[in-house]
Structure formats: structure tokens, C-alpha cells
């Protein structure tokens, strides 16, 4: 591997979205010249979807820039420790400690609004007798929660084409904390009203990132696109690569 080989953007989306969350992101790394990676996050497990995402990044032949948005966080967070991850980036994510859950960081905060819009729903578990649990925002909460100051025939695309999020994602304790060991910038959303913006701020902190704060709805990357690839590029241009 060349040693200045330019790094490959790989980006990891959250729970209620899809890769497209990352849309108006892309176009702004590819100008820069950066190859962009935007795989479809299982949305299953955080262990599972964390080994997922290890593999593609073990697939990319260079430097990989690991950027997580809101569950994406918490999965880069595992993911983040293969070799070839040059640097973190958090977009109004969560960066999980060692041996701590997705419910036990949010559960230290006041909550941000989305618990009493969340809808669970049953679904099969092959091999199993029992059910699974999917966990989604209420459709018409949607809007207003996840993506306000998106363009609104947009975000109510991205109401009813929700990628959900098993329950079972939320219990399941980090086994490791990638942010110790690489380089890690963090973005808050202010204007956050899915993940208490605190959750962010505290995770970050805590973690020593390199922090910026952005008055932005949750899904930043659709509302402040360019924020959003400046902070990449930032991490991109910080590796030496």
C-alpha cells in the first residue's frame, strides 16, 4: 500500500434511513477527490452490523476515513478498529464507551422527544419461534423530529421509506472503543431533536474528539451538506495520507 495513497470515505448510516441519507454528501467528496463507500447497514444488531461493516472495510485496498451517522456512531465505534481506519467521524452520533449500550449513554440524558413517537413491531427471526422487535418513528412525527429543516417533500419521502432499527440494538454493550485508538472528529446538531444534542457533546468530550457544532436537524448531512464534507476532508487531510 503507497503510503500517501488518498484515504477511501466509507459512510455509515443510522437507524430510521438508508445510504441515501448521505445523497447531497457524496457529491461534495467525490469533487474533492475522495472514492466514497455508502454500504446498507443491516440495522439488526450493533455486534452483527458493526462485523458487517468491518468487512467492507477490510475489503478496501488503502486508508478508509470511518464516518457514522447517529447509530452509525455506535457502529463505527466497534467497526473502527480495523487496521486500515485512518480517522472517526461522528455526525450527531453516538460514541459508546467500552462495555456501555446505546440505551445506557441516551439513558443519562433527558430524553430528546423521539420515545413517544416510536412504533414497535413484531417481526420473524428465522431458526427462532419468537419474534424480533423493529423500531421505527411514527410517520407523521417524522418530519418534524428527524429532518425539519430538510425540504419537507423530501423528508416525507424518508418518513415512510424507513430502514428500522432492531430492538435489540439498543441493549447490546460496545465491545470495544475504536475512538481510543484513531483520530476522531465529531459533529453536534444543534438543533437535534432524535438524539438529545447532550449525548453528542458528552460522547464527544469524553472521547477527546475534535468537536464542531452545526444548528442542524438530525439528518445534518441532508440539511448541511457542505459542514458535512468540510468536516470529512478535515479528518481526510489530518491523516497524512
Known sequence: MARHARPTVVLV??????????????????????????PAVPNRSLVD??????????????????????YGGAVITLAGTEDNVRALVYLAGYALEEGESLGELQGGFPDS????????????VAGSTENGTDVSVAIDRFPALFAADVDPDLAVVLAVSQRPLAARAFSEAASVAAW???????????SDRTINPDVER??????????????????VMLAQPKAVAELILEAAGSTGH
Open 13 to 38: 448510516h443510522g437507524a430510521f434511513a438508508d445510504a441515501s441519507s448521505f445523497a447531497r454528501v457524496i457529491p461534495e467528496l467525490t469533487a474533492a477527490g475522495l472514492e466514497v463507500i455508502a
Open 180 to 190: 481510543k485508538t484513531k483520530p476522531s472528529w465529531g459533529l453536534v446538531a444543534s
Open 202 to 219: 458528552y460522547g464527544y468530550e469524553r472521547a477527546g474528539m475534535t468537536t464542531v457544532e452545526v444548528d442542524s436537524s438530525h439528518l
Open 49 to 70: 452490523d458493526a462485523a458487517y461493516i468491518a468487512s467492507v472495510v477490510r475489503a478496501v485496498e488503502g486508508p478508509v476515513i470511518l464516518v457514522g451517522h447517529s
Open 113 to 124: 422527544g423521539l420515545g413517544e413517537a416510536l412504533v414497535y413491531t413484531p417481526f420473524p
